[in-house]
């Protein structure tokens, strides 16, 4: 158990020579700190090229199966395409046999052309152009909400949606209506990227996801990171 001193019961040569003790055990833990932060940097440096070999080597076999899939299903679905008059905005073809299935498909983001800033002033300067009361306060803070940008600067084209929906059934012929009329115009989808999916079904007959990304992929059991993990 540790006893407490009391500064004022010491003389000035005992309170130096704790204060002498004090600047000692600062001194060494700056020290010590300086060493483990170099060896933090050896241990990283040691390990980092080695983890970035194994997961380019991954990266680039992922990107191997992921062509060669694409490429043995190419005659597959041309000729699904030709002889089942499938539409050609179809985002994606589920083929499955037996217990197993492959998804093969692209995905689509929204996107505007330029010209969409001009109908989005249009709809501000009608509702600045209504009154100020409570509703139209309403109106104006949830077409607000619609005309919010994601991150990447586009619009929500189910949101456009929306505000169409809104300008027809309670702005027609205004500049409300054409100001939505003409974002719409301007709608201009962007390809976003190629994807693979795989499923199959375990002993039970439950469908499962067969992880094709880092993220997905489950780490053994005999590994435990719970260190990582708060503390309750």
Request: proline share 3%; aromatic share 6%; charged share 30%.
């Amino acid at each position: 158990m540790s006893q407490t001193i009391n500064i004022n019961d010491l003389s000035p040569e005992q309170i130096q020579e704790l204060a002498k003790q004090a600047k000692e055990i600062e001194q060494n833990r700056k020290q010590k700190r300086i060493k483990d932060l170099k060896a933090l940097e050896d241990i990283a440096a040691e390990t980092l090229p080695g983890s970035m070999e194994i997961l380019r080597e991954a990266s680039e076999n992922l990107q191997k199966a992921k062509a060669k899939v694409f490429t043995d299903f190419e005659a597959y679905l041309k000729m699904k395409i030709e002889t089942m008059g499938v539409k050609n905005n179809q985002q994606s073809h589920t083929i499955t046999v037996g217990e197993e299935s492959i998804k093969l498909g692209y995905r689509i983001t929204d996107g505007y052309g330029e010209n969409a800033s001009y109908g989005i002033a249009m709809v501000h300067k009608f509702l600045e152009s209504l009154g100020k009361d409570d509703n139209s306060k309403r109106l104006l803070g949830a077409v607000m909400r619609l005309l919010q940008r994601n991150g990447k600067g586009d619009l929500d084209s189910k949101k456009v949606l929306e505000l169409k929906q809104i300008a027809d059934r309670d702005f027609p012929d205004t500049e409300f209506q054409k100001g939505v009329e003409i974002i719409q115009e301007e709608y201009k989808p962007k390809l976003s990227k190629w994807f693979i999916e795989a499923y199959y079904k375990d002993n039970t007959g439950v469908e499962q996801s067969l992880p094709l990304t880092m993220t997905a992929v489950d780490l053994p059991k005999d590994i435990d990171l719970k260190f990582l993990l708060p503390k309750d």
